[in-house]
């Protein structure tokens, strides 16, 4: 049988006063700058059925993703290990998780999960003959790394223009534009699937609701293609990738939606020249596998447990650390008594945990799908030792570890990323576990290097 597929949209747009996450203080939701969504691409090949649903959401929690993929077998009958829920990382959405200063709405996140999988039963619905193709081109001048080494020999996230201490960027980029577009084989367009390593923009404002550049990217491709086209970026590997370059060589005075506009039309060119030059085909192999990543979470000592109940109870003062699992940069102090919580909350987690990893076949394309913000380092080793073209990889995808620290980050340099909270679990030995175990599912899937 040749390929079919449908695509939809299911709106998941929080009510007003909903917690807000990505921030070390309290927000809620105060407005509603554009609509949130989930958006779903469904595949099938006659043998295998593939959906795989993108959500703008900051993450998507195991509890959440393991909810979705149940309610699409219910009412779908598709496999759990052939569902991918990933989440764009907007941090204007809904709090789905604790993350630092924000909590669960619990009432979102029990509603959320039958929204999401409705997008892909609207997917099914919409299904039709159908042909594929792949590209990837280069971008270099939107993505820069933000980890800073300092003359003091310390390790910073964001650490300013114009900061006379800067030394140099800790690493280099993923340029790698890769996409697919699917359309009926009577040329109307079906979706559009970009993967791209750059972090959320941001937009501005304290308590508005937004899709980030994320929803820019589907406006503008919806626009330009036409049609009910569900155009979906996903983040790649981006966990230390933002769009500020502070070298100073390549400054944008806009900032908030502005910017996010200009980085989706970035984005959505480059898609839109490859879009006319690809070849389709009507056939495609189809293949999920998924793995289970077992790593051990950062390590909190009891003499942690004691300075977090010291510094809550506001009596410790500190120059350096304060606690065992900081490298470099002390802790700020206007934000040590959330760390401090942090601490506690991770001090009740099992020390071995779990997480998913997914990839799938397409044909010779392949999807890689890791449960956190993944360090560029990690995608550039697993992409250069793969045989699919391209590769896209997708971050915050079927769970969320937050961000998976290379071990050198961890042990030798320090800095925001890599302190131990909800949103950085893993510790040392967390990124081998998951390289290897990535490229065992992709050899599985007939993609060795």
């Not at 669960?104 to 997008?119: C, F, R, S």
């Not at 970026?233 to 230390?240: F, H, T, V």
């Not at 490859?274 to 189809?286: F, H, K, P, S, T």
């Not at 045989?387 to 915050?396: G, I």
Request: glycine share 10%; net charge negative; hydrophobic share 40%.
């Amino acid at each position: 049988m040749k390929l079919q597929a449908g695509a939809a949209t299911s709106n998941i747009t929080p009510w007003l006063g909903v917690t807000m996450p990505g921030s070390f203080q309290p927000r809620y939701g105060e407005d509603v700058h554009d609509e949130l969504l989930a958006k779903a691409l469904v595949i099938d090949n006659g043998d295998v059925r593939i959906a795989m649903v993108t959500c703008d959401l900051i993450a998507v929690p195991e509890a959440i993703a393991n909810a979705v993929k149940a309610r699409i077998e219910e009412r779908c009958g598709i496999s759990p290990e052939c569902v991918m829920v990933n989440a764009t990382h907007t941090h204007s959405g809904a709090g789905v998780s604790n993350l630092l200063g924000m909590g669960e709405d619990e009432g979102y996140t029990t509603w959320l999960p039958l929204k999401v999988a409705d997008a892909v039963e609207l997917a099914i619905k919409r299904m039709q003959p159908a042909r594929a193709g792949f590209a990837s081109v280069m971008e270099d001048r939107i993505s820069f790394y933000r980890r800073w080494l300092m003359k003091d020999g310390t390790v910073r996230m964001n650490p300013g223009l114009n900061n006379p201490d800067l030394v140099r960027p800790m690493g280099e980029i993923d340029p790698e534009l890769a996409m697919m577009y699917v359309e009926g084989v009577d040329g109307t367009p079906i979706s559009v699937v970009a993967s791209f390593s750059l972090h959320y923009v941001g937009t501005g404002s304290v308590g508005e609701v937004s899709a980030d550049y994320f929803g820019q990217f589907f406006n503008l491709m919806r626009h330009y293609i036409g049609g009910n086209c569900v155009p979906i970026l996903w983040n790649a590997a981006s966990g230390q990738i933002n769009n500020n370059d502070y070298s100073g060589e390549r400054i944008w005075r806009d900032r908030g939606h502005p910017r996010a506009r200009r980085m989706a039309n970035v984005l959505a060119g480059h898609v839109l020249t490859e879009i006319q030059l690809m070849d389709l085909d009507e056939e495609l192999a189809l293949e999920a596998v998924t793995g289970t990543l077992e790593f051990s979470r950062k390590v909190i000592t009891e003499t942690d447990l004691d300075i977090a109940e010291q510094i809550l109870a506001g009596g410790y003062e500190y120059e350096e650390g304060p606690f065992s699992w900081v490298v470099g940069q002390p802790v700020r102090k206007d934000r040590v008594g959330v760390y401090a919580r942090q601490c506690q909350r991770l001090a009740a987690l099992p020390e071995q945990m779990t997480a998913p990893v997914q990839a799938i076949r397409l044909g010779d394309a392949a999807i890689l799908a890791l449960p956190g913000e993944i360090f560029v380092e990690t995608g550039l080793r697993i992409k250069a030792q793969t045989s699919a073209s391209p590769l896209m990889l997708v971050s915050l995808a079927n769970g969320y570890i937050g961000y998976v620290c290379t071990d050198e980050a961890l042990a030798q340099e320090g800095g925001y990323e890599t302190w131990a909270s909800l949103s950085s679990l893993g510790g040392v030995g967390t990124v081998p576990a998951m390289e290897r175990l990535s490229l065992s599912l992709l050899e599985t899937l007939g993609f060795g290097g």
